[in-house]
């Protein structure tokens, strides 16, 4: 079976840095992405980790453990445009994706 | 804009009606997937198609029928729908056996059953 787990909903304020975690449990694993969800809108692709370690882009860094089964997202220099749902998404093999329930991230000015 | 088009983009039908929902992408990918995704919840997992074949169907009822003509094209024909079928219904292509290449979704199409 499958279980990813990540917080409902965090809050933080412009221009600090925010992490969301995820862990996971999944009947195989080839890498986890991270999506983020605007209301209303779909999925856009934020970073893809496949080996254990920090992958930084720009503002995103995410970061994997595949032995612990855990990943964070982490945002810096938060912007008010950065409020939305941010999914964690482990590959269970070639062609599956699962999402996890993702979480709401809302930005105070 | 996206890369992956989704029509219509809203559909009102009802119970007892048949109708189509349309995808396409020109990138070149060979896996195309359907999704459901209801208000306030993660997309969850329809079908797969990987290089034209049904590769998964993750126990979706028989009222909901994809079909892939060819590798750009992805249909979900539906029939004799619920009210609790009501959602969005995001399409999504990926280049396939690559595994760090990420998912492209359409913008969905929003459809209430009445």
């Known amino acids: 079976g499958q279980n990813i787990d990540q917080p409902t909903e965090m809050t933080a304020t412009e221009g600090a840095i925010v992490q969301i975690n995820c862990t996971y449990q999944?009947?195989?694993?080839?890498?986890l992405f991270w999506y983020q969800q605007h209301a209303g809108e779909a999925p856009t692709f934020l970073s893809y980790n496949v080996l254990d370690g920090l992958e930084e882009k720009g503002r995103f860094s995410s970061f994997l453990s595949r032995s612990k089964g855990y990943s964070y997202l982490l945002l810096k220099e938060l912007q008010m445009k950065d409020s939305a749902s941010y999914l964690c998404?482990?590959?269970?093999?070639?062609?599956?994706?699962?999402f996890g329930k993702g979480t709401r991230l809302h930005i105070l000015p | 804009d996206t890369e992956v088009t989704q029509t219509p983009k809203h559909l009102v039908m009802g119970m007892t009606n048949k109708k189509s929902l349309k995808c396409e992408q020109h990138m070149g990918h060979r896996a195309m997937y359907w999704y459901k995704q209801k208000a306030k919840k993660p997309p969850e997992l329809m079908f797969v198609y990987s290089y034209e074949k049904l590769s998964i169907n993750e126990s979706v009822p028989s009222r909901f029928s994809p079909e892939c003509p060819n590798s750009s094209l992805l249909n979900l024909h539906l029939h004799a729908l619920q009210p609790e079928d009501s959602a969005l219904y995001l399409c999504a292509s990926s280049q396939g056996r690559s595994a760090n290449q990420p998912q492209h979704f359409g913008d969905g199409t929003r459809l209430s059953i009445l």
């Open positions: 999944t009947s195989g694993f080839n890498g």
């Open positions: 998404a482990p590959r269970e093999r070639d062609d599956k994706i699962i």
